[in-house]
């Protein structure tokens, strides 16, 4: 589907979408709409019925025979000066599946600037076609047999405004966005026997077109620097593991402030300690958090963000074999600290504690943010909604949460103390892979990380693991993949670290 923008008016051809303020307020498009055609949009709107003009309402009207266009589609926005970006973005999803669900081809939107709105007519324009860019995507390259009528239909949406050039330039800055968004979703998608570190570890490098500095450790130069928490967890595969560091330099000087390190899982057995069958072919995406920084760095580097950051991404299959690590063993991180593991199936934090070791010890940052599908027991705590933050820095825990609510990636800190950090000493070794139990393990996993931190770096983990996925349809998120991330730490870059 193509998305262009347009100087504003009513076109001849297609489908014409207009919104409409909450009690059945006409815009000014809306009212050049129903004069157009006699009247057809008030009469409906007359006729009774629930649409009413609130957010996320959509009223489809034939068009009458004296316009050449196909339909008139109505689309609520809710009362003028309580518009947000996220309203328009979302108007934008709505109306794109709306238009798909009728077999529309073509599509103009056509928008204005409303009476006491805080978003004008350009930001309004921009966002809708970034909205409508979200929720278009879909992953079916390995569908070979899907009938005509499953698929989209529409292939071209243009957006009607004045000052159509602003709004396009506007536009292409999201549109470099969305493009990260993609390719974690595409990512995320992926099954195991296609996506694994190796091919991964490709799919990053091709960032490199883009100006993005790549640099690839293999299993090797990984042992040579110690890396025996990473390595263990890999060891049970027939895949090689790799680590992968992503530089983006498009701030000043050389030094990098902000590093973000993401588990890179691309299947989760569990190990020796073996997940139950039901559910386990989701753990194709237990690289969720590595598929968000891969996506981040595309959109960093699409948009030419004036800062200086890293990604980094620590690849492994988690499986069983006569190779893999045991319950039981005492691994040797980085680090130097030595870990004792209890259950093979708590791997994560270990490919964790050696990456975010190496990006600390590499790049010296300042900030260090890791994200993970770390812990079930996330999914327990905040559903699938909101992800679980913890930090050590109150400022940087407030940014986080801050950029989160602007793009509907919602956040909830978490605590973290000495008092749930004892629940990982053991006597074997300087601490051990698991708590005690099941009590409080989001937590206590964050306390294991936590021990990678170095001392006055600002450090924030984001457990993912109920957010990755989804299993339905959101205006602007598509069942499956959803990229939860790559927009939060796009936008707190964008405010903290640029503006």
């Given amino acids: 589907m193509k998305i262009s923008y347009a100087a504003r008016s009513l076109p001849k051809s297609g489908a014409i979408a207009v919104a409409v303020l909450q ?62 970006e996220l309203d328009v973005e979302a108007a934008g999803g709505e109306v794109l599946a709306r238009l798909n669900a009728l077999g529309e081809t073509q599509a103009t939107v056509v928008l204005d600037t409303l009476p006491g709105s805080p978003v004008d007519a350009v930001e309004m324009a921009a966002r809708m076609g970034f909205g409508a860019r979200l929720r278009a995507y879909r992953f079916d390259k390995y569908k ?44 995320v998608s992926e099954p195991a026997n296609v996506l694994y ?29 110690g890396m025996g928490a990473l390595l263990a967890v890999a060891q049970g595969s027939t895949r090689e593991p790799r680590l992968v560091a992503m530089r983006w330099n498009g701030g000043k000087g050389k030094k990098t402030p902000l590093a973000i390190v993401g588990k890179g899982v691309c299947f989760d057995s569990g190990g020796i300690s073996i997940k139950p069958a039901a559910g386990m072919e989701d753990m194709k995406w237990d690289m969720g958090g590595a598929g968000v920084t891969i996506g981040l760095m595309k959109a960093l580097a699409g948009r030419k963000a004036k800062v200086n950051a890293v990604g980094v991404v620590g690849l492994v299959e988690n499986m069983p074999s006569g190779a893999a690590y045991r319950p039981g063993d005492i691994l040797t991180s980085m680090s130097g600290q030595t870990i004792e593991v209890l259950n093979t199936d708590a ?27 770390l812990t079930g027991a996330i999914i327990v705590s905040l559903g699938s909604i909101t992800a679980g933050v913890f930090s050590n820095d109150d400022e940087l825990a407030e940014s986080l949460t801050t950029a989160g609510k602007s793009v509907a990636e919602p956040l909830w800190r978490m605590p973290l103390g000495e008092d749930y950090d004892r629940d990982i000493n053991t006597d074997a070794a300087d601490m051990k892979n698991t708590g005690e139990g099941r009590s409080a393990s989001s937590i206590v996993a964050a306390q294991f990380l936590q021990r990678f931190i170095q001392k006055d770096v600002k450090w924030a983990h984001l457990d993912i693991a109920g957010v990755t996925w989804s299993k339905k349809d959101k205006p602007t998120v598509p069942k499956g993949g959803t990229a939860f991330g790559v927009r939060l730490l796009d936008r707190l870059i964008a405010d903290r670290y640029e503006g």
């Fill in 197 to 225: 570190p190796e091919s991964l570890a490709e799919e990053c490098a091709k960032l490199e077109k883009l100006g993005v500095e790549v640099e690839v450790l293999d299993g090797k130069q990984m042992k040579k620097l």
């Fill in 347 to 373: 791997e994560g934090r270990l490919v964790l504690a050696d990456a975010l070791w190496y990006a600390q010890k590499t790049y010296e940052p300042e900030t260090v943010i890791d994200l993970a599908t």
């Fill in 144 to 187: 070979t047999r899907e009938k005509a009528e499953d698929k989209p239909t529409l292939e071209k949406l243009s957006i009607a405004v004045d000052d159509e050039s602003k709004a396009k330039k506007r536009f292409d800055t999201l549109d470099k966005v969305a493009d990260g968004v993609f390719l974690t979703r595409d990512l």
């Fill in 23 to 84: 009690d059945r307020t006409l815009t000014p498009a809306a009212e050049e709409l129903d004069k157009a055609t006699g009247g057809a949009v008030r009469r409906a709107l007359n006729a009774g019925g629930r649409f009413e003009g609130r957010k996320k309402q959509i009223l489809e009207i034939l068009a009458p025979a004296q316009v050449d266009n196909s339909r008139l589609i109505l689309f609520g926005l809710g009362k003028s000066d309580e518009l947000s």
